[in-house]
């Protein structure tokens, strides 16, 4: 795969990594739900090591996730684009939002977390993984 590239909506804040991801996953926490402003979240998780951000505006909003544990959400301060979290249960990985990606499409996901807080009319791939809440180690 070649460099992975992203940014927010107004373009103030980009990111890159030329680390292969790990896996693309689909999560429907209520979390994600609000801070995606959908039903749903797809994420796409890559090592931190090589990851850069390059821009003004880059901020960030900590709370607990799911786990109790905290989640760091990082976000344009400009535009207000979610762009990746660092979540406490995954040390050296970082949680890109796949809306953020310059191109989302060579992305599909592998799994569904969360999928006890799935919206009733979402329709989930059966025939992938699929976990009532995040898988335990």
């Given at each position: 795969?070649?460099?992975?590239?992203?940014?927010?909506?107004?373009?103030?804040?980009?990111?890159?990594?030329?680390?292969?991801?790990?896996?693309?996953?689909?999560?429907?926490?209520?979390?994600?739900?609000?801070?995606?402003?959908?039903?749903?979240?797809?994420?796409?998780?890559?090592?931190?090591?090589?990851?850069?951000?390059?821009?003004?505006?880059?901020?960030?909003?900590?709370?607990?996730?799911?786990?109790?544990?905290?989640?760091?959400?990082?976000?344009?301060?400009?535009?207000?684009?979610?762009?990746?979290?660092?979540?406490?249960?995954?040390?050296?990985?970082?949680?890109?939002?796949?809306?953020s990606?310059?191109?989302?499409?060579?992305?599909?996901p592998?799994?569904?977390?969360?999928c006890?807080?799935?919206?009733?009319?979402?329709?989930?791939?059966?025939?992938?993984?699929?976990?009532?809440?995040?898988?335990?180690?």
């Open positions: 795969m070649n460099n992975i590239n992203g940014s927010c909506l107004c373009g103030n804040v980009q990111y890159s990594t030329f680390a292969e991801p790990l896996m693309t996953a689909v999560c429907h926490c209520s979390d994600c739900q609000k801070q995606s402003g959908s039903a749903f979240s797809v994420n796409v998780l890559v090592p931190t090591e090589g990851f850069e951000v390059s821009g003004p505006g880059l901020c960030s909003y900590a709370s607990n996730g799911g786990s109790g544990l905290p989640v760091q959400r990082f976000f344009c301060s400009t535009c207000g684009s979610a762009l990746y979290s660092a979540v406490t249960t995954l040390p050296g990985l970082f949680v890109l939002k796949a809306g990606l310059s191109d989302p499409s060579a992305f599909k592998a799994v569904h977390l969360w006890a807080s799935a919206q009733p009319w979402v329709a989930i791939d059966r025939s992938l993984a699929c976990y009532e809440q995040a898988p335990s180690e």
